[in-house]
């Protein structure tokens, strides 16, 4: 049986050194994370699981969906080239938590909407022959669903607002990690953001319950 193949575009979750291209800002590993091999990371997981074959990790720590911050410009998830590279059967497109909740000028909705639907189109037009698979970002637990930002938005807001966009183009398909309740203490997230090996391994299953 031929295996699969697929691509990623994320950010610092989607990290291991040496798996990303040059110049990406790292994650993982990380002091104080159990996630000390690439085998831990959620998508050698759900390759392993699934025979597939990756094709290219373009996963920035920090990395943001739209052009704000203090990231380059170009490590914005629609720049052109963040996705050139990208191939693949499928394509896993995972991001947006840092435009929410990132302590260096979070952008607002509006801003993020914008940049999302440029995300989806231009996505889209590069990569016709890929299903292109859009992620909610996790819950984190270093800030309640509901608190806001400094923009007066939320994490269920972050959610909506993807979910919505991403119904809009009939070439995409939605995977709901937002919908997974995480909570303090259940030792997914070892930071409130990032995930260590137990959280690795749900949303390995998340992944691959929605593929």
């Known amino acids: 049986m031929q295996e699969r193949t697929f691509s990623i575009l ?5 990290t291991f050194r040496g798996y990303n291209p040059e110049g990406s800002e790292i994650f993982y590993p990380h002091d104080g994370f159990d996630v000390l091999n690439v085998a831990d990371t959620w998508w050698s997981l759900l390759a392993a699981r699934r025979h597939l074959t990756l094709m290219r990790n373009d996963s920035y720590s920090g990395s943001r969906i739209s052009r704000t911050g203090v990231r380059p410009p ?5 720049d052109e080239k963040r996705q050139r590279h990208l191939s693949g059967d ?3 497109i995972f991001g ?3 435009d929410w909740g990132q302590s260096e000028q979070p952008t607002t909705q509006e801003v993020f909407a914008r940049a999302y639907r440029d995300l989806v189109a231009s996505m889209g037009a590069r990569h016709p022959a890929s299903t292109l698979y859009f992620c909610t970002p996790l819950q984190r637990n270093d800030y309640p669903l509901t608190a806001p930002n400094i923009h007066g938005w939320t994490q269920l807001d972050l959610a909506r607002t993807i979910r919505d966009i991403v119904g809009e183009y009939p070439f995409t398909r939605l995977i709901d990690l937002a919908a997974y ?3 303090a ?3 997914f997230l070892l930071d ?3 995930p260590g090996k ?3 391994e749900r949303l390995a299953s998340l992944m691959e319950a929605a593929l």
């Open 10 to 14: 994320g950010d610092s979750i989607s």
């Open 181 to 183: 309740p995480i909570a």
């Open 96 to 98: 947006g938590t840092n």
């Open 198 to 200: 137990l959280g690795m």
């Open 185 to 187: 203490g259940d030792g």
């Open 74 to 78: 170009s490590s914005c998830f629609a």
């Open 192 to 194: 409130g953001l990032h």
């Open 90 to 92: 499928f394509i896993i």
